[in-house]
């Protein structure tokens, strides 16, 4: 199995501040073909399910802000908050669907300082 | 507008067994694998299975192999998963959710329904 670990997790920013989220796999989610990371981020807010925020890693998900970023490539991936909002208090996790079980990170969860 | 319903959670004793159905509205649901996947209280998400368009293919997580069984009725627009010998380490809410056809995202999620595996 493929193991995602996210680094630190939990993290305190400051309003308009960026907020970094690292998520490292145990192997590569680098498909040569189609040259894609089989890589999602997700962010969840208290009583809700999670939000897809980001898709082949670095993919926006249709209605989700610009201050959300997703990089990296292999085993070492990243999410950023270029200018933390009060509504991005929330758990954000990575997850992997290169292979089967599909895997999650812990989670980080990201708080106003 | 997509929507997803999960059911049939509730208070099962360890050993015994459960079936949650999740109905699906709001898009073409044959063209979608369908998944679920659990959140313990407070912890984290742990993927536990996985059904293709026709529900030929099937895929879970080790831990859930031989008790879990993933389904779907098309013609009723919904998924199921039966859960037979569960175990208390598996009160969760339980989130079906769709899978977005580009290799294994999930776009959509419903509420979620919580099993509570006690005596």
């Known amino acids: 199995d493929i193991v995602m670990t996210q680094s630190p997790d939990s993290l305190a920013v400051s309003l308009g501040e960026r907020a970094t989220i690292n998520c490292k796999s145990s192997?590569?989610?680098?498909?040569?073909?189609?040259?894609?990371?089989?890589l999602a981020w997700y962010q969840q807010k208290p009583g809700q399910p999670p939000k897809l925020l980001i898709y082949?890693?670095?993919i926006r998900e249709s209605g989700v802000p610009d201050r959300f970023s997703g990089g990296g490539s292999g085993t070492d991936f990243t999410l950023t908050i270029s200018s933390l909002q009060a509504e991005d208090v929330a758990v954000y996790y990575c997850?992997?669907?290169?292979?089967?079980?599909?895997?999650f990170g812990q989670g980080t969860k990201l708080e106003i300082k | 507008e997509v929507h997803l319903v999960e059911s049939g959670g509730g208070l099962v004793q360890p050993g015994g067994s459960l079936r949650l159905s999740c109905a699906a509205s709001g898009f073409t649901f044959t063209d979608y694998w369908m998944g679920w996947v659990r959140q313990p209280p407070g912890k984290g998400l742990e993927w536990v299975a996985l059904i293709s368009k026709d529900g030929s293919e099937k895929y879970y997580v080790d831990s859930v192999k031989g008790r879990f069984t993933v389904s779907r009725d098309n013609a009723q627009n919904s998924l199921f998963l039966q859960m037979n010998s569960l175990r208390v380490e598996e009160t969760a809410v339980y989130f079906c959710?769709?899978?977005?056809?580009?290799?294994?995202?999930?776009?959509?999620w419903g509420q979620g329904t919580l099993v509570t595996v006690s005596s």
């Open positions: 192997q590569s989610v680098l498909y040569s073909s189609p040259n894609k990371n089989f």
């Open positions: 959710a769709r899978d977005e056809d580009r290799g294994g995202d999930y776009g959509y």
């Open positions: 997850q992997q669907y290169y292979s089967f079980p599909r895997t």
């Open positions: 082949w890693a670095s």
